[in-house]
């Protein structure tokens, strides 16, 4: 089987401003359920289908962890064997500073 790659697909980049005001957004509507938002849940079924390149995603996640606009934590939801990775802004004043 012959498997092919096709190098026009363009990806976006997500920026730091769209990355955070997403995270603030994801971090409200959870919240209010009482859950939290996963790391790779946030990066592929937010901002895959948004077009944005998971690898550059993650870059930017990692950044902003490095500058402390966001911090990564570790949930273990019941149902789950292993540990997940959760992302959410390092203060409240970074949610509320988001033009929601």
């Excluded at 092919?4 to 509507?29: C, D, G, P, W």
Aim: glycine letters at 4%; aromatic letters at 18%.
């Amino acid at each position: 089987m012959i498997c092919e790659i096709n190098m026009s697909l363009k990806f976006n980049f997500v920026s730091q401003e769209t990355f955070l005001h997403e995270l603030a957004r994801a971090e409200i509507y959870f919240s209010e359920a009482g859950k939290f938002v996963g790391l790779w849940h946030f990066i592929k079924g937010h901002f895959g289908p948004m077009g944005f390149d998971y690898r550059q995603s993650i870059r930017t996640a990692v950044w902003l962890q490095a500058i402390e606009k966001i911090e990564f934590y570790k949930v273990k939801p019941p149902a789950y064997e292993f540990e997940i990775t959760a992302v959410r802004l390092k203060t409240f004043s970074e949610l509320f500073a988001v033009t929601l």
